[in-house]
């Protein structure tokens, strides 16, 4: 089968796609002993790979994992700011995974990262639908924000609404409030809250479809079953 070579680079954990195919124009990689070149396609069973004279290693086992992600730690692979990045979280697998969907710098919980590009797609696509459940501690007049959160809101010139919205704990000066929602665009949650007149003072996603934090502590991380990524991508 031909596939264009900055993907065949890419799953097989050498760079992202825009990584690979600067490295193709840096000249470094080359086809059966010719230098490659931009928008190359490559048959993966025959044609030899060399990166920087070195042979391509073998395409990495699919792996997918549910990380607890701790606040403070950036949704991305490296950090122009030397901020924590969730690749540091994880520094002990060596195989390059990426995030599917982001949580904000200060938001915490469940994340999935994976070098399966079919179930970032399933996954992020939106006609799928799935729900993200997020547990939202905030400050103010939780009785007024609860219906309001309950109808559609436009936020950044979307509309937006969520699915379920409940008030799962009373505080003397909020509450904490479990919100689910399908979409998962930018900072939805925090937007949505301080559109119905709350503070938020922490945001946990705390579930993902039929997946949930349960079992993994706070900054750990837990390999995905055979049969849940089966059930993902139903
Ligand atoms: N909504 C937000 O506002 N932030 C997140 O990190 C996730 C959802």
């Given at each position: ?107 915490e919980g ?23 459940e997020y547990h939202v501690w905030v ?27 409940a008030?799962v704990e ?5 509450g904490v409030l479990a919100l ?9 949650v ?12 922490r945001l946990v996603r705390v579930r ?5 934090l ?21």
């Amino acid at each position: 089968m031909r596939e264009r070579l900055s993907k065949v680079l890419a799953a097989h954990g050498v760079a992202s796609r825009r990584g690979a195919e600067a490295l193709i124009e840096s000249g470094r990689v080359r086809v059966n002993g010719q230098i490659a070149v931009i928008g190359q396609k490559i048959d993966v069973e025959s044609d030899a790979v060399e990166i920087s004279g070195r042979p391509l290693r073998p395409r990495p086992e699919p792996i997918t994992i549910l990380l607890h992600k701790p606040r403070g730690v950036v949704t991305t692979l490296s950090d122009e700011k030397g901020r924590r990045t969730v690749r540091d979280v994880i520094s002990e697998i060596d195989t390059r995974l990426v995030p599917v969907g982001r949580l904000d710098l200060n938001t915490e919980g469940l994340l999935l990262l994976t070098n399966d590009g079919a179930l970032v797609h399933y996954i992020t696509h939106p006609s799928h639908e799935i729900e993200k459940e997020y547990h939202v501690w905030v400050t103010g007049p939780v009785d007024t924000a609860k219906p309001i959160l309950a109808r559609p809101m436009t936020i950044e010139g979307h509309t937006v609404k969520s699915l379920r919205v409940a008030l799962v704990e009373r505080r003397e000066d909020g509450g904490v409030l479990a919100l689910v929602i399908h979409e998962g665009r930018h900072h939805q949650v925090r937007l949505m809250c301080e559109q119905a007149g709350l503070t938020v003072k922490r945001l946990v996603r705390v579930r993902l479809g039929f997946l949930t934090l349960q079992g993994v502590p706070y900054g750990k991380w837990r390999k995905l079953t055979p049969p849940e990524i089966k059930k993902l991508k139903q």
